[in-house]
């Protein structure tokens, strides 16, 4: 099986734009969650899809949307970027009715602002 | 609320030594722990969990946990390191809910050296 692809892996935007990343679960996997990787606050977890569903959000500003599709495929939004938004965004996926809790992370896209 | 503490930001060992990375949790609930490893420019790996089933847990590449409620640590360890171990390593923490809700709170992570 094909594991967590995202997309792109790299960007680089200015600050004030806004941006959108891509997560594509491995096949048969209905839960999407996201995470925000920094050297300083470490892993934070930013929310989690299920069947287009947001069943569980983080600590973090209205700026940090997402989204699910019917296919489990799932994007975040950045809307209105800040220079603190510079990070590692993780995606992870999880099978539904599989192991419990038990999450597979894609390569994550390295967001740099600027 | 649940809370992970890695102790040691940075741990070196040398080849064929043992590997020893400290956990710490704090859970109001019964909770499920995994240790994941990242390699440079790389995601997450799963190496291994513990979902109330035996306390010892095997992982992945040698790798082995044992949950100690009573002191609420999930320490990992391995016999012999390998230069390949060289990488972070992350300890995360889920309450057992019920719910079907995974949201991992993850500890700061502890960067391994293999000193050859």
């Known amino acids: 099986k094909a594991g967590v692809t995202q997309t792109p892996r790299y960007l680089i935007k200015t600050r004030g734009q806004q941006v959108t990343l891509s997560c594509s679960p491995i096949s048969g996997h209905r839960s999407v969650s996201w995470y925000q990787q920094t050297p300083g606050q470490g892993l934070q977890f930013l929310f989690e899809y299920f069947s287009e569903t947001q069943r569980n959000k983080g600590n973090f500003p209205g700026r940090f949307s997402g989204r699910q599709f019917s296919n489990s495929r799932s994007e975040m939004n950045v809307s209105t970027l800040e220079l603190g938004d510079s990070a590692l965004y993780l995606c992870a996926s999880s099978p539904a009715g599989g192991s419990p809790y038990e999450q597979y992370f894609g390569p994550g896209t390295r967001l740099t602002v600027t | 609320a649940q809370s992970v503490t890695q102790l040691g930001s940075h741990v070196s060992v040398s080849e064929g030594a043992l590997v020893l990375l400290r956990c710490n949790y704090s859970?109001?609930?019964?909770?499920?722990l995994f240790w994941y490893v990242q390699y440079p420019n790389q995601g997450l790996q799963l190496l291994l969990k513990?979902?109330?089933?035996?306390?010892l847990v095997k992982g992945i590449n040698g790798f082995e946990a044992e949950f100690k409620k009573s002191e609420t640590s999930f320490h990992l360890t391995k016999p012999s390191a390998h230069m390949s171990d060289a990488a972070e390593y992350f300890c995360a923490v889920t309450p057992y809910s019920g719910a079907g809700s995974y949201q991992l709170t993850f500890g700061k992570g502890t960067k391994l050296s293999v000193i050859p």
């Open positions: 513990y979902t109330s089933a035996a306390t």
């Open positions: 859970s109001s609930v019964p909770p499920y």
